[in-house]
């Protein structure tokens, strides 16, 4: 984005590695768990802003470093408005491809953020791709089929089953 930014709003949530943030509950919630900031100084380049930490942020990273937080915990941030030239915009608003959005949702989550990096590629870049596991998956079966053909038909046949 280019131009004078008039005010930016976003959430974040820290979030321990250790818990699984994709389950049922915290899908539901969804952006009920973050921290909201909003920046109001206009700028045009970028800048560092700071907010002080809410009272449960405080609590949990008192007396944790820098090192400790990128360790143990992941930080993921919403951007939820920015307002440029007196316009406020918000995601909705800027017609991001849904297989993007869920590659930031699961990027955190190795195996499903590799799934969606496939969906990005196809649906922005009109681009078939094989993920690592389809492709050694595809080099498995080719070298069972050399060594043994009638072997691997028959395992096959029993895969279908």
């Not at 560092?48 to 820098?66: D, P, Q």
């Not at 920015?82 to 699961?106: A, Q, T």
Request: proline residues 2%; negative net charge; charged residues 30%.
């Amino acid at each position: 984005m280019k131009g004078r930014i008039d005010q930016v709003r976003f959430g974040y949530k820290i979030v321990s590695k250790l818990q699984e943030d994709d389950d049922l509950l915290s899908t539901a919630l969804g952006e009920y768990g973050m921290s909201w900031c909003r920046a109001t100084t206009p700028f045009t380049k970028p800048v560092v802003f700071y907010w002080e930490a809410n009272y449960k942020n405080e609590k949990l990273l008192k007396y944790m470093t820098f090192r400790e937080l990128l360790r143990d915990y992941n930080v993921p941030v919403k951007l939820d408005e920015i307002r440029v030239g007196g316009v406020n915009m918000s995601d909705d608003d800027l017609n991001i491809p849904e297989s993007i959005k869920k590659h930031w949702k699961y990027q955190y989550h190795e195996s499903l953020s590799d799934l969606y990096v496939s969906d990005v590629l196809k649906e922005c870049m009109d681009l078939d791709h094989m993920s690592l596991y389809q492709y050694e998956a595809q080099q498995v079966d080719e070298i069972q089929r050399k060594h043994d053909k009638l072997c691997y038909e028959f395992f096959k046949l029993g895969q279908n089953i």
